[in-house]
């Protein structure tokens, strides 16, 4: 924590900045992301959006340990203004030796300081469709930088949507075969663009394809680079455009009037055999939102970097309260409070309040999910939901204060409850050593809710015994075993304990939720709606603002008491 004290940060100040700037963006981002000394200038110093004050440096005596670029418009986009509501912070990073002691806590409310000095009420990580001053990359990249995804979640940030970049190599893709069908169904003339046809051009961009993309397409002009533009023309009129450079496709679109009809892929295939008669091996696109992902995808492109866009409601935003900070207990005072869901999503809106509130209170906490729920979104691909379901679930469990986010590998709606499922709970429970478990009741309409319940059950039950071997663990008994109130598991579900919650707690546990998709509301069940309502229900039954409820198991409910207990339970007869 000393490390941190000593650090300042302060806006960028010319001299050697430079260069500490470079040292920390090539210690601090993985090796694709590495840049030159001369890029980093041209994309700093040359970008007519720069300001001093916005380029944020963390320093500790004379070495740059992180920064932050938060970028406000100084010259318009080409027909979209200075977008006074708006900032943008496209690239922010700490050095690893200076990461988990503060400095990118440090950074993030000097640009938000800078951004609400500035007037603006909402900010891009990193851009917008259309509008990205200081582009770099079209989010957090959210597997090379998992911790950051989960950092700005923690901070208030939303995920907007969730683009990919994608790669096709020109050998593998028939491009003769797939452009001479897409030449015979498209009546469209595809030309490169000349001087004659820029009038048209531009007057089609400023309809269509407002901002940075007429400023990425007069960039091509201004280096008189015209064989790198393709124009479609329908009857005089300029209806569709591409752009390229080396191996690196678009931007590219087509006329509303033009969508769905073929001339997309005619687009696409002109540009590709281009490249490839310049010696090309691959096409790659940067940024591919959902649409585009599909359009790519058919042309045998595969993603290979998932980002993720997020935004920051000023208007909204309150700073991390110091109340955030948990408490700092004695070891021998502190609980390891183990929270189990059958799918990523149930540990957290049905045993999230109960994490939240042990993990501010200074308990340790783990979230243990025994599938990613990668079926639960019919419109995504189920591989491609779980890596992002996973992610979620990690920036949730930072948020909440857990130490550990888990994901089994069993399938989703396939759980069985059966011994080795048995074993392998078993051997995690030995391994974690909670001394509470919080899991689903019986009672429920959901096959893996139900394998769940069971399987707990029966591996709390193996990992008591001495008896049971398992790689050398320990026996482990679980001190307090309880059943969580679930929508889906209410069949017989009783509540015997009520635990009341202050703001905080619901609004740190609210911002967890909200890291999922599908517990916003995105993709059914309007989750978060529920469970609110359900929260201040239950508080209303024991006079708090907010409470949560669990069940004790059958056999716990029967107590031994010599005389009944009404000075420490009165018993409610009004």
Known sequence: MAMAAAVTVRGFRGGRDLEGVHAA?????????????????????????????????????EEVVGFVRAVV???????????????????????????????GTQLWRAAVAYFRREGRSLVWVSGKTGSAPGYVFPGVDVDAY????????????????????????????????????????????????????????????????????????????????????LVAIDQGEVVGYCQWEGEHFGPFGVAETH???????????????????????TVWFNWADEAAARFYGRHGLKSFRNFAIMTLDLQQHKEPSSAVVPAVLPPEQRLHVLVIGAHIGDAEISGGLVATKYARAGHRVTM????????????????????????????????????????????????????????????????????????????????????????????????????????????????????????????????????????DTMAQWVRACEAHQLLRGEVSFPYLQYYRGLAAKRGAEVSAKYAVTVSLPPISRKRRVEMLPVKEEPVLIF
Not at 35 to 60: E, K, Q
Request: hydrophobic share 45%.
């Open 368 to 503: 243990l999910h025994m599938t990613a729920g990668e079926k639960g979104n019919p419109k995504m691909d189920d591989q491609v939901y779980r890596k992002q379901r996973i992610q979620e679930a990690q920036a949730a469990a930072s948020i909440m204060g857990a130490e550990q986010c888990i994901v089994l590998d069993y399938k989703d709606g396939e759980l069985q409850a059966e011994q080795a499922t048995y074993d392998v709970l078993c051997a995690k429970i030995r391994e974690l050593k909670p001394d509470v478990i919080l899991t689903h009741w019986r009672g429920s309409f959901h096959r893996d809710h139900r394998a769940t319940y069971q399987s707990v059950m029966e591996g709390a039950f193996l990992a008591a015994l001495p008896g049971i071997k398992t790689s050398g663990q320990p026996a482990h008994l679980v001190r307090g075993l309880y059943y969580l109130e679930n929508w889906e598991d209410l069949e017989d579900y009783q509540p015997d304990l009520w635990l009341p919650l202050d703001d």
């Open 73 to 103: 418009r100084r010259t318009p986009n080409e027909n979209l203004g200075l977008e006074t509501d708006l900032g943008f912070m496209p690239v922010m990073a700490v050095v690893p030796a200076w990461q988990r002691r503060g400095v």
């Open 25 to 61: 963006w090539n210690a601090a981002l993985c090796a694709a992301d590495t840049i030159s000394a001369g890029r980093l200038a041209a994309w700093l110093l040359g970008d007519a959006n720069f300001d001093a004050d916005g380029m944020l440096l963390a320093v500790a005596g």
């Open 259 to 281: 969508r769905n009809k073929g001339l997309g892929s005619r687009l696409f295939l002109e540009a590709a055999s281009r490249i490839s008669q310049a010696e090309g091996r």
């Open 146 to 229: 998992a911790g950051a995804a989960a950092f700005l979640t923690k901070m208030g940030c939303t995920v907007h949507h969730r683009p990919v970049s994608m790669l096709g190599l020109l050998a593998q893709m028939d491009l003769g075969r797939q452009l001479a069908a897409a030449r015979a169904d498209e009546r469209c003339e595809v030309v490169e663009l000349s001087a004659g046809l820029c009038v048209g051009f531009f007057k089609f961009m400023r309809a269509q394809f407002p901002g940075d993309w007429i400023t990425a397409a007069r960039a091509k002009i201004q280096a008189g680079r015209f064989s790198e533009v």
